[in-house]
């Protein structure tokens, strides 16, 4: 089995021995949803390109987007960053652990919670708020794998960057949670000034959003959105691997 | 054959000003115990670090296995063994599945249960990592430095944290491991281990080689003095000194230490006698690794 591999099912069975670790990507976004829900509960939207269309339609899709923000830009950071203040990358690195097969087995754990995130949200928005089904189930998953891909590499750059563990959650929080804001993934879009609507414009969760919301509400692949956050994911991924220090 | 390892005039610099490693040069020879002896900050895990690729050097030309380190790093680490000295596993991880992994890395390496079992490991295989004791730990990450099957291993203080029955399992299992064919470099600040375990060791200090060789021609060449020991109420003991070869008497209580070269002992014995004294407990120390430390560094090894 190439190593990659072995190394996401080790990190899979890590993270179920330590199911803690998944709260904070889990958790929170479905408190908010479950906030949003009691807000907005059966409202649709009013203004904008998007009136007409259920809020819960969708808050839904945009918070599996958030999820996987969340798993990139806090989890993914921390996790690599206190491997190497402990020491593990180290140990990988003196066996001869690549780049590739390190940063590949921290993608792939990446999607497989992604995709757990993503059913979640999915079961709770269609159960709960009656949230129509996705109108394109494989569109959907589509930009969810490029959504992770390009959350991913930010988080790998994160955490190349960052001097700490600590300092990587305190960046990755802080970005995390300023996308919450002006992403449509609290306040809809509509509801936003400008200069906010410009801020999120210039962070990948807003593109991920609208890659997410299109195809479940219907619209098809909306392919400037999903090239824009592949594009983000590239540039982060190469720019990762060049700077990746493994002590 | 050519050397495993050559080293010539490897040098680290660490920020501006820290001299590391000072120009330093040696060779290990296939199939020999080769142990870097020193205190804590003398350069030797700095150098084992160079050697192995996993620090760039300022200066100077390695070569392991006829590959360059900076360049064909990971070439290199499949064909060398790493047991790192500030390493450590993920929390929750088995030290099965530890193993399992690392011998996935290289295929062609040794059958991990065996590496598990040589090392003692077996029945903690299902223990998480952060459940293992310091000693059981130590000996988890030689065994992933040696499920790859190397070529060359590198031991980086491997007996710290062992008590001193499991510290003579480990060198028994290395006296092994070199026996199989593999060569071994040994980065160690215990005398004992040095002088018990390696075919030949250099002495470092404050980033320079001070000395080269089997431990026992080092303490011939650089621990010339023998001590004398006996015990004796009588007060006055000025006339030993006039003793042929004696350099030296140095007295706690009843207790006396006589330094002194070639044959002392039998001058001091004689000397003895003729002053009516024959302490039963008259014995000689030979000199050991410790007493060529301190000639060669002027400083005791600091733990």
């Not at chain 2, 080293?7 to 120009?23: C, I, Q, S």
């Not at chain 2, 060398?80 to 088995?94: K, N």
């Not at chain 2, 190397?150 to 710290?160: A, I, K, Q, R, S």
Request: with cysteine; glycine share 10%.
């Amino acid at each position: 089995m190439p190593i990659v591999f072995k190394m996401t099912w080790i990190e899979f069975k890590l993270l179920s021995r330590e199911p803690v670790t998944l709260v904070f990507s889990f958790a929170f976004p479905i408190l908010v949803l479950v906030l949003l829900g009691g807000i907005f509960g059966d409202q649709t939207m009013e203004r904008g390109a998007y009136q007409g269309v259920k809020m819960m339609d969708w808050y839904v899709p945009s918070f599996i987007a958030l999820v996987i923000a969340s798993i990139g830009t806090i989890s993914l950071p921390v996790h690599l960053s206190s491997y190497r203040e402990r020491g593990v990358l180290r140990r990988f690195r003196a066996s001869g652990v690549s780049e590739a097969a390190l940063l590949g087995s921290q993608l792939l754990v990446s999607l497989g919670v992604a995709f757990v995130g993503a059913v979640t949200i999915s079961l709770l928005g269609i159960v709960v708020y009656g949230v129509q089904m996705a109108a394109a189930p494989a569109e959907v998953a589509l930009a969810a794998v490029v959504s992770t891909f390009c959350f991913a590499g930010i988080g790998t750059l994160l955490a190349s960057l960052a001097p700490t563990a600590r300092a990587a959650q305190s960046a990755g929080l802080m970005l995390w949670f300023v996308m919450l804001f002006v992403s449509g993934t609290s306040a809809p879009l509509d509801l936003l000034p400008s200069w906010m609507v410009s801020l999120g414009k210039a962070l990948p969760l807003y593109h991920s959003v609208l890659a997410m919301v299109d195809p479940w509400i219907g619209r098809g692949t909306n392919w400037t959105q999903l090239a824009i956050v592949a594009g983000i994911g590239l540039v982060a991924t190469l720019v990762s691997l060049r700077v990746f220090r493994w002590e | 054959m050519p050397p495993v390892i050559t080293v010539e005039n490897l040098r680290k610099v660490y920020g501006h000003h820290v001299v590391a490693v000072d120009d330093i040069s040696f060779a290990v020879e296939r199939g020999e115990i080769f142990g870097l002896l020193g205190s804590n900050g003398a350069g030797k895990t700095t150098t084992v670090e160079c050697v192995q690729g996993l620090r760039r050097a300022d200066g100077g030309v390695l070569r392991v296995l006829g590959l360059d380190p900076q360049t064909h790093a990971r070439e290199l680490r499949r064909r060398i063994g790493s047991q790192l000295q500030e390493a450590a596993l993920p929390d929750h991880v088995r030290v099965w599945e530890a193993l399992d992994l690392f011998s996935a890395i290289t295929p062609g390496g040794h059958d991990w249960r065996e590496v598990m079992e040589q090392w003692g490991l077996s029945d903690k295989r299902k223990a998480s990592f952060h459940g293992l004791s310091g000693g059981q730990r130590q000996r988890l990450f030689v065994a992933l430095a040696l499920v790859n099957g190397p070529e060359v291993v590198f031991l980086d203080e491997m007996t710290t944290g062992l008590d001193p029955a499991a510290r003579r399992v480990a060198w028994d299992l290395v006296r092994q491991v070199r026996d199989m064919g593999t060569t071994v470099v040994l980065v160690t600040h215990f005398m004992e281990e040095a002088e018990r375990l390696c075919d030949r060791i250099a002495v470092m200090d404050a980033g320079r080689i001070v000395a080269e060789g089997a431990p026992r021609r080092l303490v011939a060449d650089h621990a010339r003095y023998v001590t004398v020991v006996f015990s004796t109420d009588a007060e006055d003991l000025a006339w030993l000194t006039e003793a042929p070869g004696v350099e030296r008497v140095l007295r706690h209580g009843a207790r006396v230490e006589v330094r002194g070269g070639g044959a002392v002992l039998a001058h001091v014995a004689a000397a003895l006698v003729a002053h009516g004294i024959t302490p039963p407990d008259l014995r000689v120390e030979l000199p050991t690794l410790e007493d060529v430390f301190l000639a060669l560094t002027g400083h005791e090894m600091e733990e």
